[in-house]
């Protein structure tokens, strides 16, 4: 298939996803828009935000948007590394021992308020979501393609939980959040919950071979050195700035690289603008950075940080 194809392609496949979700999350396009980038980047995606606005949701109808395999886990104090990733156990009537996976071993995976588990059954996912296989009593077992875990947090709320470490935090491609809806929204979310439950009615809009393969076709979209020069230049001053304490690592700037290739290729491009990688710098970076205790006592936000570099570092300019 020749790139071209492959655009349009991915084109298709964004708006058919974008169109099908859209039918139970109203009025947050350019979320759904960003979810698709981090699907096709084979990324992880934290969504933040206070409850009952529809994090849950979103990522079901997503879920349920793809011809693959989907699990829930809700992760409370007590859950346990070996509920997600599995359990070898003893089989008395065969006589052997036999494995029985857990929810991880899954396409999709939905954590639920991720931040309510403690740091031993976080840490379980690290291995899943960079190394994409799991560990269990020293040997290996490669997780399916694709795989994308959709986790949940609810920052507004202390008591019971923990926060997530940094380490985690770089895992994730993209932290969203929904935000309320307008009160036109709001209307529109009454009328159309007021008889029906669309999350039910949605099926599967592309198949899991489709979506490996523009997984991989997202690699060839062109990407110029000035435009290289221009992530390493936004990511450097992350590090350099006077309000961050630990800057942006090599995996976000790999990050910010990829999701702007998947940008271009929703835009219907066969190449990345600077417009994509402005659009996606906070999603994408903003999480990753570490303030200084200064800056914290300040209530300083680190999204408005990213906004400052992305003002004042140079714009490529085409030649």
Known sequence: MEQNDEI??????????????????????????????ALLCEGHVLFEDVPGIGKTTIAKALARSLGCSFQRIQFTPDLLPSDITGITFYNQKKGEFEFRPGPLLSQIVLADEINRATPRTQSALLEAMEERQISIE?????????????????????????????????????????????????????????????????????????????????????????????????VHATRDHSEVELGVSPRGTLALYRASQAMAA??????????????????????????????????????????????????????
């Open 8 to 37: 349009r392609s991915i084109q298709r496949m964004a708006a058919t996803i974008g169109n099908n979700v859209s039918r139970v999350i109203i009025g947050k396009d350019e979320v759904i828009q960003l979810l698709v980038v």
């Open 138 to 234: 020293r040997n290996s077992l490669p997780l399916p393609r694709p795989f994308m875990v959709v986790a949940t947090q609810n920052p507004v709320e202390l008591e019971g939980t923990f926060p997530l470490p940094e380490a985690q935090l770089d895992r994730f491609l993209m932290r969203l959040r929904l935000n309320y809806p307008d009160k036109n929204e709001e209307r529109q979310i009454l009328r159309r919950f007021k008889e029906e439950q669309p999350l039910q009615e949605l099926k599967p809009v592309v198949d899991a071979e489709q979506l490996t393969r523009l997984q991989q076709a997202i690699r060839k979209i062109h990407v110029s050195s000035g435009i290289e020069n221009y992530i390493v230049d936004l």
């Open 266 to 319: 929703i835009e219907g491009r066969g190449y990345v603008i600077p417009d994509d990688v402005k659009r996606l710098a906070p999603n994408v970076l903003a999480h990753r950075i570490i303030a200084t205790s200064q800056s914290r006592l300040h209530g300083h936000d680190m999204d408005q940080v990213i906004v400052d570099i992305l003002h004042s570092t140079a714009v490529p300019v085409e030649q």
